[in-house]
C-alpha cells in the first residue's frame, strides 16, 4: 500500500505543520480561495437563477450560457489569462467561477421552477407582492435543491482551487505542484488527501446548514 | 360584472360577455364542463387574470381602481389542493395575510387559533406542519387562511374537489354552517352540479366559449332550464332532484293504518288498509303488518315488516318523502316528528298528488311574474 | 491571428492530429467509466444499504484533484496516455453511478410491477424497463462526464506533454505564443459543446416517448398542468 505509506510519512513529518508552508497557513489559503470563489459565483448565480425561475422566462438561454461555461476548460482558462493577465489572485478567481456559475445557476432555476404552482397561486391570491412570494414561499420551499447547487459547485471549487499553485498561489494546491517537480510523491499525495478531507468537510457543512435552514415542513421529519 | 371579455393573445375567448350580479352574503355558485371559463370569471375578481373589456364593480367600485394587494387581501382565497405553505406550520398558514395586514405575531397566532376552531380542526394541529395533515384537514387550513383577516368576500376555486366523497361531504356542510354564521359573500367554481345545487343560492351554468347559460336559484334551474344545454348539464334525474326544493308540509297524512301495539282487535279491524303501522306506547313506529296477522295472535317485532326510514314532514322535503315510500315495502311512507313518533303515514298516490300541487303552485308563481 | 493553426512540432501532430488525440483520451475513460458503472449501479440498486457509502467514497475520489491523480499514477504507469486516462475513467465512474443509480430508482413502482404482472423476469425488467426510463437520467450523467473529461485531459500536460489539445498551453507560455493558448481553449470548449450536442441528440432518439417539452426538464414532468388563465397571468 504505497499510497497509504505515503500519507502516513506525510502527516508524520513535523516539518509539514509549521511555517509558510506548513499545513495550516495552506489549508487557511485554500479555504480562503475556495470561499471566495464560491461567494463570486453564488452572488452571479443565485441572484440570476432565483428571478429566471420565479418568472419562468430565459430558460433556454440559461441552458446555453451553462452548457457553454461548462465546455471551458478550467486548466486552459487559467494558463490563457495569465499569459494574457500576468500572475494574481485574479487569473484563479475566473476558472474557478466559471467553473461554479453553471451548477448553482442551473439547480437554483430548476430548484424554483419545480415549486408546486399552487400555494405560489395562493400567495399571489392573497394579495402577496412578487418579491415576497419569491422569498418567503418558492425560496423556502426550493432551498433543499438549491444548497445541493451551491454544494456541488462549493466541492468542485475546492478540488480545483489546487491550480492557483500552478500560477504561484498558495493553497494545497502548492504541495501537489512543488511535489510534482520535486518528485517528491509523498508530498503530492498528503497534498491530495487534505484536498478530499476538505471537500469532506465541505459536504459535513452543507448538511449542517440544511438542517439549520430548510424548515422542518420542506423536510419532512 | 358588466359585460366582461376574457380574450388571450392566441385569440381564444375563456370568458364572453359576461354579466353578473353576485348578491350579498349568499353563496354564488359557477359551474360548467371544464374549459368554460368558470375559474377564469373567478380569477378576474381578484385581479388575478385582467379582463379584456367590461368592468368589475365591488360595491359600486371599479375594482381597477385600488392596488392589486390591497384588493386581494380584502377578499379570501382558497383553491383545489389548499395551496398551503409547506415551510411553515399551520398556525402561520393561517396568520398568513393578517401578517401581512400589519397585525402583531400574537394577535395573529391568536386569530389563527381561533379560527382552527370555527373550521373545525383541532387546536393540537397548530403546531403541525402541512404533510401532517390529510387532505380534507388541508383543506380546512385552508379555508381557515381565507378566513383569517375576515375578508368581506370569499373565492373558492374548486375547493373541495380533490377529496373523497364523505370528506367532502363534510366539508360542504362545514362551509354551509360557516356562511350561516358569517354571512361572507362567497363565489364558488365547481364542475359538479349536486356540490353547485347543494351550496348555492344562486347558481351560474356556464357554457363552452365563456358565455352565461343560465343565473338563477338551484330550484328555478331545475324547474325552468333555460334551454338543452342547461337541462342536459342538470342531468336525467332533474325531476327527481327538484321535488328537493317541495317541502312536504302540504303532504296529506292519514293516521288510519297506524296501530299501537296494545291495541285491541277492533280497532285493527276498523283499518281497512291491506296494512297497518305498529307503534310502541310511545308512538314509535315499530313495522308494518297485514292486518289477518295480527288479529290471529300476539305481534311479535319478529314477525313485523321494515317500516324503512321514516321523514319529517316540514324539515324534509317531498324528494324524502318519496324516497322513504319507493323503499317501504308496503308503498307507504312514515312521518314522524322531530322526536321520531309517528304522525301519520302517505301512500305513494297522496305523494304523487302533492307533486302535482307543487307543480301547480310554481306554474302559478310563473304566471304571476310572467306578465 | 497570424500562426493560429501553426503548430510547434515539438506537439508531433497537426490541430486535428491533436483533436484526434484529445477526443481519445476523453472519450475512452467515459466509456471503460459507463461499462464500469452499469453493473456497479445495478448492484447499488439492489442492495439498498451499499448505495450511501458508494456515493461517500465516489465524492472523495471526485475532490481528488486530477493533477494529484496523474502524479500519483506516475509510479505505476509512467507518464502515458493511460496515466491520464485512468483518473478520467474514475471520475466518469463517480458521476454516472448516482446518475444511474437515481435513474433507475425514478422508474415508478406502479411500472415495475406491472412488468412484474406481466412476466417480466428480473433480467428482462432490468433491461427492457428499468433501462430504457432510466437513459433521460444515465445521458444527463454521460454529459456531465463527457465535458469535464475533455476538459480535463489539458492537465495532462503537465505530465510529460499527455495533454493533446492542453500540450499547446505549454508551448504557448513556452514560446511566447498566446494565440496557441486561445486556439487550445476554444477548440477544448467546441469539442465540448459539439460532444454535449451529440448525447442531446442520441438522448432525443433514443427517448422518442418522451413528450417534447419535458425532454429538457424532466422533473418539470410531475407538475400539475396549470389552468390555462394561470398561465396567461404570470
Redesign the interface.
Known sequence: MNVLNFVNAFFSDGAHWHGYDGIPQRLLEHVRYSLLALALAAAIGLPVGLLTGHTGRGGNALAFIATAARALPSFGLLVLIVILMGFGLLPVMIPLVVLAVPPILVTTYEAVRSV?P????????????ES?ILF??EL??ALPLILSGLRSAAVQIVSTATIAAYVSLGGLGRYIVDGLYQRDYEKVVGGATLVAVLALVTLAVFWAAGRLA?????R?R | MESVT?R??DG?V?VDRLSLEIPDRSITVLVGPSGCGK??TL?MI?R??EPSEGTILLDGADIQQQP??????????V???????????ILDNIA??PR?LGWGKHKSRARAAELMERVGLDASLGKR???QLSGGQQQRV?VA??LAADPPVL?MDEPFSAVDPVVRKGLQDELLRIQEELGKTIVFVTHDIDEAMKLGTRVAVMRTGGRLAQFAPPAELLSDPADAFVEDFLGADRGIRRLSFFPSAGLELTTGPVVPADAGAERIAASDAPYVLVTDAAGRPLGWSDPRDLTAGDITPEGLLPYGRPFVPGTDSLRAALDCAVLSPTGWAVAVDTDGRVVGVASQAAIGEAIRDAHAAGRADDARVAP | MNGFFDIPSDLQHSWWGLIGLHLREALLPVLAGLLLALPLAQLCVRVRWLYPPVLGLTTVLYAVPSLAFFVVLIDYTGQTELTVMIPLAVYSLVVLVPAIVDGVRSVPEETLAAAKAMGFGPVRRYVQVQLPIAVPAILAGLRVATVSSISLVSVGTLIGNQGALGNLLADAQKYDRPELAVNSVITTAVLAVLCDAALVLARNLLTPWMPRGTRTRPRRAGR?EL????K??R
Open positions: 408546486d399552487s400555494p405560489v397561486d395562493a400567495a399571489r391570491g392573497m394579495g402577496m407582492r415576497r418567503q414561499v423556502p420551499v430548510v424548515s422542518p415542513g420542506v419532512r | 376574457k388571450y393573445p381564444t375563456a375559474t377564469t380569477r381578484n388575478m387574470v392589486v394587494t390591497t384588493l386581494r387581501r380584502s377578499m379570501g382565497y383553491i383545489q389542493n389548499a395551496g398551503l405553505f409547506q415551510h411553515r406550520t398568513t395575510v401581512m406542519y402541512p404533510y385552508g387562511r381565507a373565492l | 400539475r389552468p390555462e388563465a394561470e396567461a397571468a
